[in-house]
C-alpha cells in the first residue's frame, strides 16, 4: 500500500491488487507493534548509523549493506509519514515517542504502535482510499505475471468475489505480496503467505536469493488449539525491563543463559529446540514461559503487558488460560521469509520494470532478523518501489500481451476445476508439502533429508499436480481454487527452498546444518535461485555488497552466546574490531 | 498461523465430546433465489473455535463452503465475523475466532451484516 501511495502521488495510474480484503490480510495486520526506527528519543547515543551496524551484524553479515543503509536511515522519515496518515505511536508523558530495546538493538529504538500492525494497515488504507489514483481491487489471487519479451507485461489473477480470471495489462508491477511461512507446520503468520509474489517472479525470470532463510520465531503458542501459533511476544515477556518472566524446559529447568542480554531470534530458537530436541519438552512439544516467577508484582505485569501488546493475553483469558497465574507453552514458529525475491537499492528485480518490497525481497536483512525491521521495510522499500515503478512506467511504452500465454493460463487455472480421475484435493496436496518441509527443511537440516525432501517434492510434482482438483460449483469465493494454485506453486516453491538450503553448506543465522555445523566465512554470499527453462533451475551464488571493508570492521560474537555450544564457527572467524 | 497442522484430521481417533450440530447459511448468487440453512454435525476432535469449526467443515466435509479464511486467530482482523445464535442468544457481527464452542452445542451460524458475496462471505 505504500508503494501504491507513492507511485500515485507521483502521478501514475495504480491498480492495488490484494489477496484478501485490504488491511485485513497479508502479514502486516497480523505483525506485533514494532516498527525499528533510530529517532534516539530514548538514548542520544543511538543513530541510524548504530542502527545501520546492528542489523548487519544480528544479520550475520548476509544482508547487502546499501539495502540495509536505505533502511537504517530513511525508516524515521517513513515513521512520520505514517503518523500523517493517522498512525498512532505510545507517547511517553512529554510527548515524545516511546522507544523500547528488544534483542540486538544498542539502545531503546522500537516505536510502539498503537492497535499493533492492524492500525498501521488500517492507516495506509485510508491514505490509498484518499488518493485519486489507485484503483482498489480486494480478493484477487495472481497466479502468472505477463511478459512482453524481457520486460513486465502485466499479471493474470483470480477475481474471488466474481469467480473468473483478469488479465491487467500493466507497464510496471510491484510485488508486496509477503513470503513464504506457510510452507511449514508450525507458524504464527496468516495463512495466505504460500509464496506466491516469490515464485511468479521466478518463473518471469527474475532471480531469487537465499531462500533457504526462513526466520523462525522463538515464541508461537502451542497450546490450546484454538490458538495453535499465535505469536507471544518473548522480547516484552522475557527481558528485565519487562515483564521479567523466565523461560523453563519440560523439567521445569532453566536453560537461557544468566548473563548477559536476552539472545537474538536465531540464538533463541536454537537454544529451545535444543531442549526439545533433547527430550526436554513440555506436553504440547514447546518449552515454558512462567511469569510467576517474575520479581514483578502480577498488577505491574498486567500494565506492562497492557502498555506492549496485551491481544494474544485477551484472547488467551477468554480460552480460560491466565497468563498471570499459570505458564504458556511456546515453540518457535515459521515467521518471516528472509529469502525472496533479489532487489537493488530501488527496489528493482532483475526484470526490467518488476519491483519487489517487504517481505518478498530477500537480500535485505540476511540471516537473521531484528525486531521491528519488517515494518520499517515495508515502508522504506515501499516508498522506494512505487517512485521508480512510476518513473518506469512513465519513460516506457504500454507493453504488448502475449494472447497465447494468456490463454495457457486460463486453461491451466481453469483445468483445476475440472473432472479428473484419482483426484487430489489442494488441501492433501498442501498438508504433503508441509510435511516434507517440516520433516527435512525444519530448523536443523542436512543433505541426506535436504536431496530426501527435492526428491519427495519432485515425485509429488509428477504424480498429484495433474490430478489437482477443486470443486467445480460454485466458481463465486471458491476457496479450494485458490488452494490450487497456491499449491502448484508451492510445490516448485518448496523445492527450489530445499535446493538453495543444501547448496548452503555451512550454518549462519536461521539456517542451521546437521552436517556443516559451523559458519564458515567462504559462505558469506548470498545463494541465488535462478530459472532456466520449464524443467530446469540453477543455484548459483553472488557476493554480499558492501559498504565497508568487513575484514577490518565487524563486531565480534558475545561470549556469553558463544559458550552455549550452538553457534559453531562464530568464535574461530570472527574478530573483534569494534 | 497456519490451519493445516499436518495430519487429516480424519485420521484422529481421538473424540474429546458429544458432536456439535450447526447449521449454516448458505447462499450461491449465481444460482439461488433465496439463501437457506444447511446443516452439519461435526465430530468434537480439539478444543474448538467457531472459526475453527469451520474449518473443520471445510476440510472434512465440505470443500465448497464459502468463509473468509484469511485470518490473524488473535481476533485482530475480524475477517471472521458473523452472527452467531448460541444458547437461544444471537450475537451479531462477533469475532468466531475468539468464541470457544463446547462439546454438545447447537449453533446457527449466518454472515455478517454487508452484502453477500456467497454464504458467509460479505463485503464489509
Known amino acids: ?578 | 498461523m497456519s490451519h493445516i497442522l499436518g495430519e487429516d484430521p480424519r485420521d484422529n481417533p481421538v473424540i474429546l465430546g458429544e458432536p456439535i450440530i450447526v447449521d449454516i447459511l448458505r447462499f450461491d448468487p449465481e444460482t439461488d433465489i433465496e439463501p437457506h440453512l444447511q446443516r452439519y454435525v461435526v465430530p468434537y476432535r480439539r478444543r474448538m473455535s467457531v472459526f475453527t469449526l469451520l474449518r473443520e467443515i471445510y476440510e472434512c466435509q465440505d470443500g465448497t463452503l464459502a468463509f473468509r479464511n484469511q485470518q490473524c486467530g488473535r481476533g485482530i482482523c475480524g475477517t471472521c465475523r458473523c452472527t452467531i445464535e448460541m444458547d437461544g442468544e444471537t450475537r451479531k457481527n462477533v469475532k468466531s475466532c475468539t468464541i470457544p464452542l463446547e462439546p454438545g452445542k447447537h449453533i446457527v451460524i449466518r454472515p455478517a451484516n454487508g452484502k453477500i458475496i456467497r454464504d458467509l462471505v460479505v463485503e464489509f
Open chain 1, 1 to 578: 500500500m505504500r508503494a501504491a501511495i507513492e507511485a500515485s502521488t507521483f502521478g501514475a495510474e495504480v491498480i492495488l491488487l490484494t489477496k484478501g480484503q485490504a488491511a485485513r490480510s497479508g502479514a502486516t495486520p497480523m505483525a506485533c507493534p514494532s516498527y525499528q526506527a533510530a529517532f534516539a528519543m530514548e538514548d542520544d547515543r543511538d543513530s541510524p548509523g548504530v542502527a545501520f551496524e546492528d542489523t548487519c551484524y544480528e544479520g550475520r553479515y548476509l544482508g547487502d549493506e546499501n539495502l540495509i543503509h536505505a533502511l537504517t536511515h530513511e525508516a524515521t522519515d517513513r515513521a512520520m509519514e505514517l503518523r500523517q496518515y493517522g498512525v498512532k505511536y505510545r507517547l511517553k508523558e512529554n510527548g515524545n515517542f516511546l522507544q523500547v530495546v528488544h534483542p540486538g538493538h544498542s539502545y531503546e529504538r522500537n516505536l510502539v504502535i498503537l492497535g499493533n500492525g492492524y492500525a498501521m494497515a488500517a492507516g495506509l488504507r485510508r491514505e490509498v482510499l484518499r488518493q485519486q489514483n489507485i484503483q482498489l481491487m480486494e480478493d484477487m489471487v495472481a497466479s502468472r505475471l505477463l511478459k512482453d519479451g524481457d520486460r513486465i507485461a502485466g499479471l493474470i489473477a483470480l477475481d474471488m468475489r466474481r469467480g473468473q480470471l483478469v488479465a491487467i495489462k500493466a507497464r510496471s508491477v510491484i510485488l508486496a505480496t509477503g513470503g513464504y511461512p506457510e510452507l511449514w507446520r508450525w507458524t504464527d503468520t496468516e495463512p495466505g503467505l504460500t509464496g506466491e509474489g516469490v515464485y511468479l517472479a521466478y518463473l518471469a525470470g527474475a532471480d531469487l536469493v537465499d531462500l533457504e532463510m526462513m526466520l523462525f520465531y522463538p515464541t508461537g503458542l502451542c497450546y490450546p488449539s484454538e490458538v495453535e501459533g499465535t505469536l507471544v511476544q518473548y522480547e516484552g515477556l522475557l527481558t528485565d525491563q519487562y515483564c521479567h518472566g523466565v523461560m523453563l524446559n519440560g523439567a521445569g529447568e532453566r536453560f537461557l543463559p544468566d548473563k548477559g542480554p536476552l539472545p537474538v531470534r536465531d540464538v533463541m530458537m536454537k537454544l529451545m529446540f535444543k531442549e526439545i530436541e533433547e527430550g526436554r519438552a513440555t506436553p504440547h512439544g514447546g518449552v515454558y514461559i512462567d511469569l510467576r516467577e517474575s520479581p514483578k508484582t502480577p498488577q505491574e505485569i498486567q500494565s506492562i503487558l497492557r502498555e506492549l501488546d496485551s491481544l494474544p493475553y485477551n484472547q488467551l483469558t477468554d480460552l480460560g488460560v491466565n497468563v498471570l497465574e499459570e505458564r504458556i507453552e511456546v515453540k518457535p514458529v515459521t515467521h518471516y521469509t528472509l529469502g525472496g525475491v533479489r532487489i537493488n537499492e530501488w527496489a528493482e528485480t532483475t526484470v526490467p520494470g518488476l519491483f519487489a518490497a517487504g517481505e518478498v525481497s530477500g537480500n535485505v536483512h540476511g540471516a537473521n532478523r531484528t525486531s521491528g525491521n519488517a515494518l520499517a521495510e515495508t515502508q522504506v522499500f515501499g516508498r522506494r518501489a512505487g517512485i521508480r515503478s512510476a518513473e518506469y512506467a512513465r519513460d516506457n511504452p504500454a507493453p504488448a500481451i502475449d494472447l497465447a500465454a494468456l490463454q495457457d493460463e486460463v486453461k491451466r487455472v481453469g483445468d483445476f476445476l475440472r473432472e479428473k480421475k484419482h483426484a487430489v484435493r489442494p488441501i492433501d496436496l498442501k498438508r504433503k508439502i508441509k510435511a516434507i518441509m517440516h520433516n527435512h527443511v525444519y530448523y536443523r537440516r542436512d543433505a541426506q533429508g535436504l536431496n530426501k525432501a527435492i526428491e519427495a517434492l519432485q515425485s509429488l510434482r509428477s504424480d498429484q499436480v495433474e490430478r489437482i482438483k477443486a470443486v467445480g460449483t460454485p466458481k463465486i469465493y471458491n476457496i479450494e481454487w485458490e488452494e490450487a494454485i497456491e499449491a502448484v506453486h508451492m510445490v516448485d516453491l518448496a523445492e527450489l527452498v530445499a535446493a538453495a538450503a543444501l547448496a548452503r553448506e555451512e550454518s549462519r543465522g536461521h539456517h542451521w546444518r546437521k552436517d556443516f555445523p559451523a559458519m564458515r566465512t567462504a559462505w558469506e554470499k548470498h545463494t541465488i535461485a535462478r530459472r532456466v527453462d520449464e524443467q530446469d533451475y540453477v543455484i548459483t551464488d553472488a557476493p554480499v555488497i558492501r559498504l565497508k571493508d568487513r575484514s577490518l570492521n565487524r563486531r565480534a560474537m558475545d561470549p556469553n552466546l558463544q559458550n552455549l555450544g550452538v553457534l559453531t564457527g562464530y568464535s574461530q572467524e570472527y574478530k573483534s574490531n569494534r
